[in-house]
């Protein structure tokens, strides 16, 4: 008797086992299965990139960018402006024409046919500054546009003002020490 309860026992212990496996292997395969559907997911929704024509593209809407810029400053010229008042003036102006196009909504369509050819030039970093003031507006002065006017800007002021201060430093150095 005691064979028998030690034999059923040894069953039970076996089909427990195989059942554990069985349960383990069918979550393996679940986790494959799932993780080939993300990876088809992925694939789809990942953009596609022509190399060449997003260049050219970028290339277009930049060109237009410096053309109208161009525009500006010659002129400015015109008027009888000086060229440091000349530059100044077509800053201006085009960031005042970026924020205006992205106040109503038509620079982040150029932005996302042209690519970085409308995010390089000083129209994309005004667009930066101007997008998150519009879109957190309903926030508040303080807690929307306060907060978030700089979120995508910011890093760029930051390093950008790091950077100068670097190179002044080192400048300064190399006038100190002879070498520039």
């Not at 005042?96 to 970085?116: D, E, H």
Request: proline share 3%; with cysteine; hydrophobic share 40%.
């Amino acid at each position: 008797m005691e064979k028998n309860v030690t034999s059923e026992a040894i069953q039970n212990e076996t089909a427990r086992n195989e059942a554990a496996r069985n349960e383990i292997a069918r979550n393996e395969m679940e986790k494959k299965k799932k993780e080939q559907r993300y990876e088809s997911y992925v694939k789809q929704k990942t953009p596609v990139h022509k190399l060449l024509p997003d260049m050219a593209k970028a290339f277009i809407v930049g060109g237009i960018i410096c053309t109208v810029g161009q525009c500006i400053y010659n002129f400015c010229q015109l008027q009888g402006l000086s060229k440091d008042e000349c530059s100044g003036w077509t800053s201006m102006l085009l960031v005042l024409i970026s924020v205006i196009l992205t106040g109503i909504n038509v620079y982040p369509s150029i932005a996302k046919w042209g690519g970085a050819g409308a995010l390089v030039p000083i129209t994309g970093f005004a667009n930066s500054v101007a997008s998150p003031a519009i879109e957190y507006k309903k926030e508040g002065q303080v807690f929307g546009i306060g907060c978030k006017i700089f979120t995508i800007a910011g890093p760029v002021i930051l390093y950008g003002i790091f950077t100068s201060w670097v190179l002044g430093l080192l400048y300064w150095l190399g006038k100190t020490l002879g070498i520039v």
